[in-house]
């Protein structure tokens, strides 16, 4: 009688076989992901014409090390690249980059709109763009980016209104607009951000308007700069507790 030859563990030869198979199959795919992401980072670096900062994102040594850069499990998952002299917008490979949870690219020169190309990295929690020239609109399907628990546009260029979306943004913690060119009424919606703890709206210029009475549903602020808005009128009761540090102008 045929019979199929077994291991000292009596798990038939071939099952094992298929199992490792399996495995280096799974591992080699694993790899070769992360060879993907080390050349996304590479063609960043090339878009953003190779700036001096970034000298250690060469391939002589992992990506997982390079400035930076962080991996959990080999995948990267914060990119920090703070007063990196970076010009130039945001690449679009980053898309890519499906495990960020943290881009923190403030106080460089880069331009270009709002990057909705980040609405594939669903993972994001941390964004902060501020001290950039980023301009334009910011897109009412920000909404999309629903991860986010902190997100800073600050000095930058942004004009327009400040879209409704950006009140359903509910895991906010900490919304950071200020000094940028928003205009047209003040953003009401803010006020669906149960969960925001800091909110910096001061230098840009809305409508002159009255402080939303939606705003007192932010039971959990602890910061609110609303100085040079265009705000008239008072800040309504329910809101002057003594634990928010109102740094009101208002005029
Ligand atoms: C590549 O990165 C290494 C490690 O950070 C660095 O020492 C080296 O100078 C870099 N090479 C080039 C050509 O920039
Ligand atoms: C950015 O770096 C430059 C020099 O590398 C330094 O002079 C400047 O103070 C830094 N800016 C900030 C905001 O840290
Ligand atoms: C990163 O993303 C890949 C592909 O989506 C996934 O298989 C892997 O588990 C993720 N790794 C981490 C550390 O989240
Ligand atoms: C904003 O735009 C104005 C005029 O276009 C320009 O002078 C200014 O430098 C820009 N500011 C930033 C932070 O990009
Ligand atoms: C508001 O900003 C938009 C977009 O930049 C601009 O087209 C519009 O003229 C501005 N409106 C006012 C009243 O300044
Ligand atoms: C309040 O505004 C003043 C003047 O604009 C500024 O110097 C100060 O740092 C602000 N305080 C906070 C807590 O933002």
Redesign the pocket.
């Known amino acids: 009688m045929f019979r199929i030859p077994s291991t000292s563990l009596g798990i038939p030869f071939h099952v094992l076989l298929l199992s490792l198979f399996l495995l280096l199959l799974g591992n080699s795919q694993a790899r070769s992901l992360k060879e993907k992401e080390q050349e996304i980072l590479l063609k960043m670096k090339q878009e953003w014409r190779n700036p001096p900062s970034l000298?250690?994102w060469?391939s002589?040594?992992s990506h997982c090390s390079w400035t930076g850069i962080s991996c959990v499990q080999g995948f990267i998952t914060h990119i920090s690249l703070f007063n990196m002299s970076i010009t130039g917008a945001i690449p679009l490979p980053i898309a890519n980059l499906r495990n960020l949870t943290y881009i923190d690219f403030s106080y460089n020169y880069m331009t270009g709109e709002f990057p909705a190309v980040l609405y594939s990295c669903s993972k994001l929690q941390y964004l902060d763009l501020s001290h950039n020239r980023f301009a334009g609109v910011i897109p009412d399907d920000i909404q999309s980016l629903s991860g986010l628990m902190f997100l800073n546009l600050g000095f930058n260029n942004f004009s327009g209104q400040i879209p409704v979306g950006i009140g359903r943004l509910v895991a906010l913690q900490a919304l950071y607009l200020d000094s940028n060119k928003f205009n047209g009424t003040f953003p009401v919606e803010i006020g669906n951000l149960y969960n925001l703890e800091e909110l910096y709206l001061s230098h840009n210029e809305f409508e002159p308007s009255r402080i939303p009475s939606e705003f007192t549903q932010l039971k959990k602020l602890v910061l609110l700069d609303i100085s040079n808005t265009g705000l008239i009128g008072e800040i309504p009761h329910s809101m002057d507790c003594p634990d928010i540090s109102h740094n009101q102008s208002v005029i």
């Open positions: 000298s250690s060469n002589s040594t």
